[in-house]
């Protein structure tokens, strides 16, 4: 009786041809030379764009998959950037599960961008208040030597952290940061983003705007009031109590806006430095038995999913998180090849998204 002879997936076959196809094949395939192979599978610069496309097709034809662990050991980059964000936030964000996509949005400029350049984005979280961030950072930069990282707020600016990623001879890029210290720094324009919804409210009608500030660990919280508070005294608006603090979470909101709703000449509008306090002002509002719009307008900062399922859904600025840590990504790697990087620090735009949060004020609004 005749053996069977079983016939491998064929998923498994083509894994094991790609496994089978090294770098020396598409060299040959392509007749050229490995290091030019190596310079078009790093996206290196120095390349003719025709030879990128002969390389390419031969990469293609013969369905190889570069190795990020032959690339390392072929020179001494590792092919990883790390991007660190604050443990202790971000925990307390996917437990609450109320929808903000700060983390999904990084990951995915951050991972897209990596991928074109024949990287990967590894993401760590470090607690940038623990007595333990010296440790923990050399002992990530130890397993993963990265040749580059990525830093958000308050990290961004956290001196223990920037100190010993100098020391360690690793480039980083400060995301909310306006310091360079021979690194690389991005902002999003937070202070011309609060003038921008400022200046949206003033064209309403609205001349009493409050702004609800964030924790002042974040410096992004003082450009954001800055830009609150020029854009007003260039329209000849007093600010004189009508700024509260918070620390970006619902509770604090909640209590900033009844501070401010509490005044015999209560604002007509508040812009929140962020979506959790804009909610808690929405929800404080109906709680008084305001009406929004016609008795408050509110203007967020983010634009996180759930901005869109409140009642009424919130205008927002839209932080461009994943654009921004996209350029951070090709920003490190330019700075790895010797490129030469723009003036610091780069600014990564986001704009105002309208929705039904804002009216003119009911002073200045038709009798309905």
Known sequence: ?????????????????????????VAADAGVSLQTVSRVINNEANVRPEMKERVQASIDKLGYVPSIAAQRMSGSRSYLIL??????????????????????????????????????????LVDTHSDHVERELNAAIAAMQPDGVILTPPHSDNK???????????????????????????????????????????????????FIAG????????????????AMQEAGLPTKDLCERGDFSFTSGEAATRTLLARADRPTAIIAGNDQMAIAANAVAHELGMRVPGDLSIISFDNTPVVRFVQPPLTAIDQPVAETVSRAVELLIMANRGEELPPMPVVVKGGLVERASVAAPRTAATND
């Not at 660990?217 to 020029?230: H, I, M």
């Open 1 to 25: 009786m005749p053996l069977a002879v079983l016939a491998a997936p064929e998923g498994h076959n083509v894994a094991r041809r790609r496994q089978s196809v090294t770098i020396k094949h």
């Open 83 to 124: 991007a660190l964000n604050d443990r202790e936030r971000t925990i307390e964000d996917w437990r609450a599960r109320e929808g903000r996509d700060w983390v999904d949005q990084m990951l995915l400029g951050g991972m897209l961008k990596c991928a074109e350049y024949g990287y990967r984005l590894i993401f760590e």
């Open 160 to 210: 223990l952290i920037t100190d010993l990623l100098e020391a360690s001879g690793i480039r980083f890029a400060r995301i909310g940061s306006r310091a360079n210290g021979g690194n690389i720094s991005l902002t999003m324009g937070d202070d011309d983003l609060a003038a921008m919804a400022t200046h949206h409210l003033i064209a309403k009608g609205h001349t009493r705007i409050a």
């Open 215 to 230: 924790s002042q660990e974040y410096a992004l919280t003082q450009w954001r009031k800055d830009g609150w508070k020029a």
